[in-house]
């Protein structure tokens, strides 16, 4: 399993992405994200990406139907990886294409992408 998803309070979700990162969990995180979005909330949202080794190839990973529907649910991302996935990420996560700011810190700066999400 390469993704897990943990609610804390202020309305942060935490995604850990770990190896090879699967289209189905994508899915299943959004459809449980969609949930909580139509009930009116909304999210923070912390990827935290450990050992990471990319996506699953082959996926249909250009779907846009959740970002259309819920994107604005969303306040604010950050992003923790090694520097090499970067661009990757940050394009994976729509920065530049959503109203939320989206930013990328380094492993190891948990805690300042935490502060940033405050």
Same mark, same amino acid.
């Given at each position: ?7 804390? +309070? &202020?309305?942060?979700? %935490? #995604?850990? =992405?770990?190896?090879? @990162?699967?289209?189905? /969990? ?13 009930? +009116? &909330?909304?999210?923070? %949202? #912390?990827? =935290?990406?450990?050992? @990471?080794?990319?996506? /699953? ?13 819920? +994107? ?6 950050? =992003? ?39």
């Amino acid at each position: 399993m390469g993704l897990t998803v943990q609610q804390e +309070g &202020g309305n942060v979700w %935490v #995604l850990r =992405i770990s190896r090879v @990162f699967h289209k189905a /969990e994508q899915d299943t995180a959004q459809a449980a994200a969609a949930k909580d979005f139509e009930a +009116g &909330g909304t999210a923070k %949202v #912390l990827v =935290i990406a450990e050992d @990471f080794r990319g996506w /699953e190839s082959g996926a249909d990973w250009g779907e846009m139907s959740f970002l259309f529907k819920h +994107g604005d649910r969303i306040t604010k991302i950050a =992003i923790v990886a090694d520097p090499q996935w970067e661009t990757q990420l940050l394009m994976f996560a729509g920065a530049g294409l959503r109203r939320a700011p989206v930013q990328f810190f380094v492993t190891g700066q948990t805690a300042a992408a935490r502060a940033w999400l405050a």
